[in-house]
């Protein structure tokens, strides 16, 4: 075994609000630590997305850094969901007070990470061929980063531009007098859409699914709103946390909607769509978990659709009647329903007529061509294990995650998976990640991952590894808990549905309260479940840990 000492403490890949927030951690903490990351520029998923009508569906007062008291009370939003540029330059400014750039190395896409035995430490390299080597290795590389394109047949023969709303052109495109074709009506799609019909000739959207959406009913925020929240941030940020399965802070019911009369209903789902926002998805305390319940709120949404829409005929088209409402993310819009009434917007139901071919000016369906200047690919993310599959990753005896993941990912906590050492993922598969207001979910991933390292240097430790045990005890218990709700109702990405060949598993964890519990618990019981080591020779492949003290999940 060598002694050389690898160049890094840790390396960690991708500079979106994960990557920086643990760069300027361990930075604090004294590891001599390196952000790796394949754009020009900070931001992750703000960086890419740069489509018109990008927007969070987090309001913007939670949708930020809790870490810092200074920065949380000196940045201030303008708008109750604020814009990709808005947070793009939020990204910014975090970089450049913390002074992160200078340990960010840009336009750097790592290709590889291997877990080098021998001497102990992960070895990744570049796509321009360098090698890094360091102790730790950190997959910051977001949930939602690996834009992807159908393989429709006819292609390569169009002869128009072709966009994918997350790969953005960032000199930003003009569609005046253009025919422009959106495929994909999710919540990229649901955002683009109503910007485009402003934008083009003719906007023709081609439709698999129909999705749900609410209104946004987005508006400048007041003075005494950014107070109100500025003023109380310790006690709203705690309650995310701690009371709340989202991380968000909505108006939670108590009730069931099978206990409310038809009036109650009517009423309680008419005043939280007037509000606005995914506030209307907690209408009731059951609307996840049965489906009597849960069809009240889908119907509310079809009548506001036929209300909408003018011709009854486009309205049912648009009208989702196969999934649960909610086991889809919700999606949240400005004027969605209501793009439809435009004259130069038409719907292709692709369900009734699919698109047989791309030819060199349009797309063929089984009905007509469709002359097309454009199109648009607003046609989601291989999501959660994307971008680690995307990594040629091997850990221990050669073994590749992206193998080891083959029939569904494998994780203790969504932090770790047993076989790799060493190598953590910010908000993994089996952990609330998606599922949740994901700036809370990165924070605790960070703080935990920091508070592990220090336990490991302090204790002269080098090494930690979850058991296979631990592991197959937390998938199944993260199967349970989907289980006991509607989610894996919907072929959804949650699901890793969108992707042809994809196992179908239910890849986050339900619930940010108890997620916080038990990972505070299995530390607490001096990190139940992983086997910690002075060196690699004491990681065995499949030991359990023979002090499991069985950190109870339910
Ligand atoms: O992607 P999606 P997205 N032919 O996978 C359709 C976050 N996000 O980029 O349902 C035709 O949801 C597909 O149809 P179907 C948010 O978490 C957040 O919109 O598979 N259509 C679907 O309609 C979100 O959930 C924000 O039948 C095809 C669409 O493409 C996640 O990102 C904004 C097709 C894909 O929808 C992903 O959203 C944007 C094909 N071959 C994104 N393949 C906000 O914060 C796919 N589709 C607001």
């Not at 038409?346 to 071919?357: A, F, G, H, V, Y």
């Not at 993310?381 to 990594?391: E, N, R, V």
Request: charged share 25%; net charge negative.
């Amino acid at each position: 075994m060598s002694n050389k000492k690898p160049s890094l403490d840790v390396a960690v890949i991708g500079a979106g609000f994960a990557g920086l927030y643990m760069l300027h951690k361990l930075r604090a903490m004294g590891f001599r630590t390196r952000v790796f990351e394949a754009a020009d520029d900070v931001g992750g998923t703000w960086y890419w997305n740069r489509y018109p009508g990008a927007r969070c569906d987090v309001e913007s007062m939670q949708y930020s850094y809790s870490f810092s008291e200074d920065l949380q009370q000196e940045w201030t939003w303008t708008e109750r969901f604020a814009t990709q540029p808005e947070i793009l330059r939020y990204i910014n400014h975090v970089a450049d007070r913390f002074g992160l750039r200078s340990d960010i190395q840009f336009k750097t896409r790592i290709d590889a990470a291997r877990f080098d035995e021998g001497g102990s430490f992960w070895r990744l390299t570049t796509g321009g061929g360098e090698s890094i080597d360091a102790s730790y290795c950190i997959m910051a590389t977001g949930c939602l980063s690996n834009a992807r394109i159908p393989d429709l047949r006819g292609l390569a023969d169009f002869r128009g531009a072709i966009f994918h709303t997350g790969s953005w052109p960032h000199e930003g495109v003009d569609f005046a007098g253009k025919r422009v074709g959106v495929i994909g009506t999710g919540s990229s799609g649901i955002q683009v859409i109503p910007e485009m019909a402003k934008q083009a000739k003719h906007l023709y959207v081609f439709q698999r699914t129909p999705n749900f959406t609410v209104p946004a009913r987005n508006a400048p925020l007041t003075q005494s709103e950014v107070a109100n929240w500025k003023g109380n941030y310790a006690e709203h940020r705690r309650f995310a946390r701690e009371a709340t399965r989202s991380g968000t802070i909505y108006d939670f019911a108590k009730t069931s909607a099978l206990l409310a009369s038809e009036e109650e209903r009517a009423h309680e789902y008419s005043a939280r769509w007037k509000k606005g926002g995914a506030n209307f998805m907690h209408a009731f305390n059951d609307l996840l978990t049965d489906e009597r319940a849960n069809d009240t709120a889908a119907e509310f949404v079809r009548e506001r659709i036929r209300e909408i829409v003018k011709d009854p005929t486009l309205a049912e088209a648009l009208s989702p009647r196969d999934y649960p409402i909610f086991t889809k993310r919700i999606c949240v819009d400005t004027d969605y329903y209501e793009t439809f009434n435009r004259p130069n917007v038409s719907l292709i139901n692709l369900r009734k007529t699919p698109i047989e071919t791309i030819v060199e000016n349009g797309a063929r369906t089984a009905e007509s061509l469709i002359e097309l200047d454009a199109i648009i690919f607003a046609t989601g993310f291989d999501a959660i294990t994307g971008a680690l599959d995307a990594i040629d990753i091997s850990g221990r005896e050669g073994k590749q995650l992206r193998e080891k993941w083959r029939s569904g990912p494998r994780s203790y906590l969504g932090l770790m998976s047993a076989g790799f050492p060493n190598l953590f993922t910010v908000t993994g598969p089996g952990s609330p990640s998606v599922l949740s207001n994901v700036i809370v979910s990165i924070e605790q991933h960070v703080d935990w991952i920091a508070d592990c390292l220090e336990h490991l240097r302090s204790r002269n430790l080098a090494f930690i590894e979850p058991t296979v045990s631990a592991e197959d005890r937390w998938v199944e218990h993260v199967n349970e808990v989907a289980n006991s709700t509607l989610y894996p109702r919907a072929a959804s990405w949650y699901m890793g549905a969108n992707i042809p060949g994809k196992a179908r598993v239910f890849m986050p964890y339900i619930g940010v309260d108890k997620y916080r519990q038990i990972c505070r618990d299995v530390v607490s019981a001096g990190y139940d479940g992983f086997i910690l080591a002075p060196n690699a020779s004491s990681l065995q492949p499949s030991m359990t840990n023979p002090l499991q003290i069985e950190t109870n999940f339910d």
